[in-house]
């Protein structure tokens, strides 16, 4: 029928407007310039990440600074941008995971709150690397976590843990991708891991401390 059509059209455009916009995000990633190396603060970009982010969640969190004064030497809006992206994964793990275990009586809501009390459910650490010469930012929440295959696929283009699990079809799979491109631009790197599903997940990033450090 004609209806039919129209609703096929439509279907179609829009996965027409989705796929031109995923083309020039990856074109954007690929021609982003490069990176302006600079002495950054991760504790503060941290801070204004978790504060801009956590917002109106009531998830709990954490920053702990084992080094006071570290510095990195890196982009820092590519940092802000990493740390933005890593965050906003990491809660929307967290939420997927108290969704699934909503307590369905009274006596699964107290045990759910007992076990929450003992648990920070997103936690930042920034120090020294164990790596010479770096300093490492670590991510971790306790969110529904990944097992290895997909934890080997994360920093694909266009891949996206949403579809697999049939969350929001509009997620394009471009940020971790992007992030490991602007990490790797400024001789550092990004390590993720999980226990494995339901046990949440660290991505730890590092980056070369500046030289001479920052004294506090």
Do not use: W
Request: charged residues 25%; glycine residues 8%; hydrophobic residues 35%.
């Amino acid at each position: 029928s004609r209806d039919d059509m129209l609703a096929k059209a439509s279907t179609v455009k829009r996965h027409l407007n989705s796929l031109v916009q995923v083309m020039k995000e990856l074109g954007e990633v690929s021609s982003s310039p490069c990176p302006r190396i600079e002495v950054c603060d991760p504790a503060a970009i941290a801070q204004q990440v978790l504060a801009d982010k956590l917002q109106g969640t009531g998830i709990t969190n954490s920053l702990e600074v084992r080094d006071q004064g570290l510095r990195l030497k890196c982009d820092c809006k590519h940092l802000t941008y990493t740390l933005e992206c890593i965050i906003q994964n990491a809660i929307e793990a967290v939420q997927e995971k108290q969704q699934r275990e909503a307590p369905q009586s009274e006596s699964d809501f107290v045990t759910l709150m007992e076990r929450r009390t003992k648990l920070v459910d997103l936690a930042v650490s920034i120090g020294k690397s164990a790596q010479l010469g770096m300093g490492e930012i670590s991510v971790k929440d306790e969110g529904i976590g990944f097992d290895d295959e997909i934890r080997e696929r994360l920093f694909n283009p266009l891949f996206t843990t949403k579809l697999l699990r049939g969350g929001d079809t509009r997620d394009r799979g471009i940020g971790l991708y992007s992030v490991n491109r602007l990490i790797t631009a400024m001789s550092g790197r990004v390590d993720p891991s999980s226990a494995g599903e339901g046990r949440g997940a660290r991505f730890v990033i590092s980056l070369p401390l500046s030289d001479p450090p920052l004294k506090t």
